[in-house]
Nanobody, 119 residues
Framework: QVQLVESGGGSVQSGGSLRLSCAAS????????MAWFRQAPGKQREVVAV????????GYAYSVKGRFTISLDNAKNTLSLQMNSLKPEETAMYYC????????????WGQGTQVTVSE
């Protein structure tokens, strides 16, 4: 089992920055991919950024490329998301997720952290 705990959410004005963190514990050696998702009220959950735990290869949603950076400190088992130039439409609950060996979906999720971007 893997436990994920997010932190770092909050309120910021449009154009501002926030850094989210996700502390992983438990069977972290079983993790292959980690990702950040977000879900705004009334909308479907969407993937924001993904990182391969072994290769550190990354992928981003088109809407955040060049503004968000995902990173993973394997020694500390901490996933981060640096978010710059935030927009009001990016107000959402942000979730950390992990996919373990043999899983076809992200099978571990954090409780989420709220990000609110005002005009």
């Amino acid at each position: 089992q893997v436990q994920l705990v997010e932190s770092g959410g909050g309120s910021v004005q449009s154009g501002g920055s926030l850094r989210l963190s996700c502390a992983a514990s438990g069977a972290t050696d079983s993790i292959v991919y980690m990702a950040w998702f977000r879900q705004a009220p009334g909308k479907q959950r969407e993937v924001v950024a993904v990182i391969n735990r072994g290769t550190a290869g990354t992928g981003y949603a088109y809407s955040v490329k060049g503004r968000f950076t995902i990173s993973l400190d394997n020694a500390k088992n901490t996933l981060s998301l640096q978010m710059n130039s935030l927009k009001p439409e990016e107000t959402a609950m942000y979730y950390c997720a992990a996919q373990s060996y043999g899983a076809s979906v992200y099978n571990y999720w954090g409780q989420g952290t709220q990000v609110t971007v005002s005009e």
